[in-house]
């Protein structure tokens, strides 16, 4: 089993987070993962991308046109980042307005919740109900209770929750 | 699965190899891509079986000389830090490949190929074949961490510095990697005085450096640090590809997808520097073409001196920035005469990066900006780079220029009559790594220059890394706090004032005050302490009032708050031609206030 994905947001969005979720899974399985993130001066409020790659890979970094999946928690970034993606690659994307892709107001969804940054979760939930990730919904509620600090998991798995149902 | 088999980012990796084989001594100054090692070492020294010294050093220089000393006293060590920090550390790096250590030492040097947060890409390889220093170049994070045990030990058979050299996509790559026991060395301090080593005069030099040499030479044919070959079945004949670092992972997906993967000789070079003589006389015998990739200078290709090899020397490769993914695809297509690919859209750059909203340093910069329209704004390595959004940032070169600039600026000028105001901002952590000397070198030198030190009470840019007039060190440990205001003031500065930035009356009253005193005859250097904590602690959010900032309809969409102050979290409705407030990340600081020139930004208390 292979698949490429990508998330793509702005730094402070917790894409960082939703990727270690996501890879934190793979190695639950016990299949191999790579995952590349921005770090440093564009995590300040810049574009940022994580790549994802499960299976026998041995870069973390994905070739225009090779990612099956994108995960934009960042709108404006469809254009910077789309090329990424293959021409049947699946894209779920938090935004208000209608679009391309999946959408999902999954920052609305965070603020009802309490906590914006959550919406990274929320798509992801929104994702993995439409089956188009490796991993199922326990096993990322497995990975978020292993990731999330102490005091905000029950937060986390409710974001997570609401996407399922998004 | 086993349970060993953690996650972890290449950084994390290499700190815990550090742990596993033994380190006890590990000295660093954070700096993007090499920050998390030592935080890991730091996180994870309860693994450690025998005692651990971490320290976050006041800058490069001195954490060398920290570890070198750890090792002259038979002990591991490791020095980590930035491409750009081992400048900073070249005076004891050099010398040290004369000299050698005992106890076996490391320098891990994480290089920015991009540059991705960096102020270049230079090659810590080439570094190394100048410096005469060995230096491995780990494809993965998994292989950085197998790595380290065995350059301990080459570090200690020929008792040698060694480098370790991770890329920005090592350090910040996640991979299941193993974790092993942490060996127990049973090492006591013990140095062994030999002043014609470790006090080597020029007498004793040639023979240390002809030492040097014939280590160099063994070196280069250490077995288990050759070139690895993944044979091919031949349907290439007498062509090989040459890869090092990532660019050899980044190579072995792309011939995969391609379906290359065994019709072509592939090696790795796992060591750079020195590069095995009969490696290149193998190639030369047995390949009428080569392929040399490699990150970022043509290290491999310059020894390898191969008449048919092609590479950046030849023009073949790009010679800047990193080889990612597609551009090899393209030089593998040229190399190979496959189909090129699907030419590239141009590359969009997407958001730029900004001061978080409520950073103290925006609130400065503007004032900064506001005082001194005509001023001349030296800068330096830091968040508060990003200055430059506000236009209070001219020039940004490396740890603690600032200063000096200014005081250049200042005598350029000076020279011809009046003089601009310069305005210099350092933060608190580049203040203390390189700030210091520059600031006793302008006051000595009579320069009229006001400098702002950002203190934000902590190392921001990299993740918030202690500072030293915070009391504490690596791991939260209590310690002496050294004040900024008296080594201001020992530097024989006697303009001294310390506003909160937040305050923009106060602050800006201030600035004109330094300006008064500066242009004064009796003036000089005026530094003024810009103090508020970094916004990203949460303690300093929860100790400061929020209040709901709105704006209202007097606002007449004049842009000024959006470009002058230009805070993420405030946005120009382009439909209705206002500013609006994203309240999901206005944490309602108030500091926009004062910026609207129609009093359009109110804030409402909410408790």
């Excluded at chain 2, 700190?15 to 030592?38: D, F, K, N, R």
């Amino acid at each position: 089993m292979k698949q490429q994905i990508i998330v793509s947001g702005i730094g402070g969005q917790g894409v960082l987070f939703l990727t270690r979720v996501i890879a934190q899974v793979a190695v639950n399985r016990g299949i191999p993962v790579l995952t590349s993130e921005t770090h440093g001066m564009a995590q300040r409020g810049g574009t940022v991308l994580s790549t994802i790659k499960i299976g026998n890979f041995a870069s973390p970094l994905i070739r225009a046109g090779q990612a099956d999946i994108g995960l934009l928690l960042w709108d404006a970034n469809l254009p910077v980042h789309k090329g990424l993606l293959k021409e049947n690659g699946k894209l779920f994307i938090s935004a208000e307005q209608t679009g391309e892709g999946e959408r999902i107001d999954a920052a609305g969804i965070a603020r009802l919740i309490g906590n914006p940054v959550l919406s990274n979760l929320v798509l992801l939930g929104f994702a993995v109900k439409r089956q188009a990730l490796f991993c199922t919904s326990e096993e990322c509620e497995k990975a978020i209770r292993q990731l999330a600090p102490q005091k905000f998991v029950e937060q986390n798995l409710e974001a997570f929750k609401q996407g399922l149902n998004g | 699965m086993s349970e060993k088999v953690k996650l972890l980012m290449g950084n994390e990796a290499v700190g815990q190899g550090l742990i596993e084989a033994g380190c006890q001594i590990a000295a660093a100054y954070p700096g993007t891509p090499s920050t998390e090692i030592l935080q890991t070492v730091i996180d994870s020294r309860d693994r450690a079986i025998e005692p651990l010294h971490v320290e976050w050093s006041i800058n490069e220089k001195i954490a060398f000389e920290v570890a070198l000393a750890g090792s002259y006293s038979g002990k591991r060590s490791v020095a980590v830090m930035k491409q750009v920090g081992l400048n900073v550390a070249a005076d004891p790096f050099m010398r040290t490949a004369y000299i050698g250590v005992k106890g076996g030492m490391l320098t891990i040097v994480a290089d920015d190929p991009g540059p991705h947060s960096s102020q270049n890409e230079q090659d810590t390889r080439l570094f190394c074949l100048q410096g005469r220093v060995p230096v491995i170049d780990p494809a993965s994070p998994a292989e950085a961490k197998v790595l380290i045990p065995a350059a301990f030990e080459l570090s200690e058979k020929y008792e040698l510095n060694i480098v370790l050299r991770p890329t920005t996509r090592i350090c910040h790559s996640r991979q299941n990697v193993t974790l092993g026991e942490p060996l127990k060395l049973g090492r006591s301090a013990d140095f062994q005085r030999d002043p014609t080593r470790w006090a080597a005069t020029p007498a004793f030099l040639p023979a240390l450096h002809r030492k040097l040499n014939a280590n160099l030479e063994k070196i280069a044919q250490e077995p288990d640090w050759q070139p690895r070959l993944t044979p091919s079945d031949n349907s290439q004949p007498r062509t090989a590809l040459v890869a090092s670092g990532i660019v050899f992972s980044n190579l072995v997906d792309l011939l995969d997808e391609l379906g290359l993967t065994g019709k072509i000789d592939l090696y790795q070079v796992l060591m750079p520097y020195p590069l095995n003589p009969s490696f290149s006389e193998t190639l030369k015998r047995d390949y009428d073409r080569v392929l040399v990739l490699e990150e970022t200078y043509p290290v491999i290709e310059l020894q390898l001196a191969h008449p048919g090899a092609v590479g950046k020397q030849t023009g073949h490769v790009p010679r800047e920035g990193e080889l990612l993914p597609d551009i090899l695809h393209q030089v593998l297509a040229d190399f190979l005469n496959l189909d090129q690919p699907v030419a590239l859209p141009d590359e969009r750059r997407g958001q730029r990066p900004s001061l978080c909203p409520g950073c103290p340093h925006r609130a400065a910069f503007y004032s900064i900006k506001k005082c001194f329209p005509q001023g001349i704004f030296p800068s330096d390595i830091g968040c508060y780079t990003l200055g430059m959004n506000l236009g209070a940032v001219n020039t940004v070169h490396c740890m603690g220029a600032c200063i000096s600039q200014g005081a250049g600026f200042y005598q350029a000028y000076a020279q011809d009559g009046d003089f601009p105001t310069v305005v210099v901002t350092i933060g608190d952590s580049t203040f203390f790594h390189a700030g210091i000397p520059a600031l006793v070198n302008a006051v000595v030198q009579q320069a009229r220059i006001i400098v702002v030190i950002l203190d934000n009470a902590t190392t921001a840019m990299t993740g918030g890394q202690p500072v030293p007039h915070m009391g504490i060190a690596a791991g939260g440990k209590p310690t002496k706090s050294i004040a900024i205001e008296q080594l201001v003031k020992a530097s024989g500065v006697e303009f001294l004032e310390t506003c909160d930035p937040y305050d923009n009356e106060q602050f800006e009253k201030l600035l004109q005050q330094a300006d008064d005193y500066i242009r004064s005859p009796e003036g000089g250097v005026a530094v003024l302490i810009s103090r508020h904590g970094c916004i990203m602690d949460p303690s300093v959010r929860k100790s400061q009032e929020a209040t709901l900032i709105q704006i209202n309809d007097k606002c007449i969409g004049c842009r000024k708050c959006t470009n002058a102050f230009e805070c993420p979290a405030l946005i120009f409705d382009e439909q209705n031609k206002v500013a609006l407030i994203d309240q999901d990340r206005c944490i309602g600081c108030g500091t926009c206030i004062p910026v609207c020139p129609v009093d359009a930004i109110i804030k409402e208390k909410n408790g």
